[in-house]
Nanobody, 125 residues
């Protein structure tokens, strides 16, 4: 399994970015795909996740109302749309895959089996 995140960059506070995660190496029908972020000096934290097969979504409180996750099964892509970005959103964003059998198991990064390389998002004030 390979995950390739892209789409990061520099954006002003209040702006938007869409991150993409290209997934390859197998079919993902029994996976949950997540997005995490890690700011300098902080632990990696859960942002949101999506059940690949059914499309159910799960959000951290910090992401509700501003971030949206989606997937394109035909293209094997997962997207993170981020709106109303805040400076505290500056971090490296990672996509990850949990071979959970299709059930969301929680926010713990240790539950995820595969990780992309991360893409830097910088939000200026």
């Amino acid at each position: 399994v390979q995950l390739q995140a892209s789409g990061g960059g520099l954006v002003q506070a209040g702006g938007s970015l869409r991150l993409s995660c290209a997934a390859s190496g197998r079919t993902f029908n029994n996976y949950v795909m997540g997005w995490f972020r890690q700011a300098p000096g902080k632990e990696r934290e859960f942002v949101l996740a999506i059940n690949w097969s059914g499309g159910s979504t799960y959000y951290a409180d910090s992401a509700k109302g501003r971030f949206t996750v989606s997937r394109d099964k035909a293209k094997n892509m997962v997207y993170l749309q981020m709106n109303s970005l805040k400076p505290e959103g500056t971090a490296v964003y990672y996509c990850a895959a949990d071979r959970s059998g299709g059930s969301y198991r929680g926010k713990d990064a240790g539950l995820y089996d595969y990780w992309g390389q991360g893409t830097q998002v910088t939000v200026s004030s």
